[in-house]
């Protein structure tokens, strides 16, 4: 039993994404970074209240084996958009991250939404433009063996505080019991972003992941194996 997971870290805190890359350079992991075109326009108070990384920062970790995905222009709830604009700032995202990352091809990417949810036309549209759509289905994350369609949803599974005790419970049910690939979103380590997990605690469940033998590579990655 082939069993996946990936770790996707949102929004594109500074200090957490040098914690995160250190604990899987350390493994030889490669994980996702999922960022805005535009942090500097979010409204949201926990990326307006910490440092996030520039591009120069994305192009060097991409170059370093790490995956740099879209997560939206400003992270804008999308329902609170017209479709036409909301539409039209997610082509403006996929353009912008096609100006600034060397051989971004919005195809061979996820598209991480903000929020984990858009109305039906804005993930139809997004669908017909990149790999597929990381949203929240209701699986609690778990994706089911087999093939997936191109353009289609992933779904994913996010933890409020305590972050670290909800993550660790997901992994214990994916452990004992489930197969497929399992998708976690996170967003910063120790005091950053909403929902923080202390870095201890990604570090054990990264070690029990690989004792266990399971996989962990990049969303995006795992998706196009699934095509």
Request: charged share 25%.
């Amino acid at each position: 039993m082939t069993r996946t997971v990936s770790f996707c870290f949102d929004d594109g805190f500074r200090a957490t994404a040098d914690k995160v890359r250190a604990l899987f350079d350390d493994r030889g992991l490669g994980t996702s970074f999922c960022v805005l075109a535009r942090p500097d326009l979010a409204e949201d108070p926990f990326i307006r209240a910490a440092p996030i990384a520039d591009w120069a920062y994305w192009r060097e970790a991409a170059a370093a084996g790490h995956e740099v995905a879209p997560h939206g222009w400003a992270h804008e709830r999308l329902g609170d958009l017209d479709t036409a604009a909301a539409c039209a700032g997610l082509d403006r995202t996929l353009d912008t991250f096609a100006a600034e990352l060397p051989g971004f091809d919005p195809g061979d990417q996820l598209f991480h939404l903000a929020y984990l949810a858009a109305p039906a036309p804005v993930i139809r549209h997004l669908g017909e433009r990149t790999l597929g759509v990381r949203r929240a289905v209701g699986r609690a994350g778990l994706n089911p063996p087999g093939r997936r369609d191109l353009g289609g949803d992933v779904d994913c599974i996010t933890f409020g505080d305590p972050a670290g005790d909800l993550m660790t419970a997901r992994l214990d049910r994916f452990l004992d019991a489930e197969a497929g690939w399992l998708v976690l979103v996170l967003h910063g380590l120790d005091s950053e972003g909403w929902g923080p997990v202390p870095g201890p605690t990604l570090e054990r469940q990264l070690d029990r992941l690989l004792d266990a033998g399971v996989r962990i590579v990049p969303a995006g990655q795992a998706a196009r194996e699934r095509l």
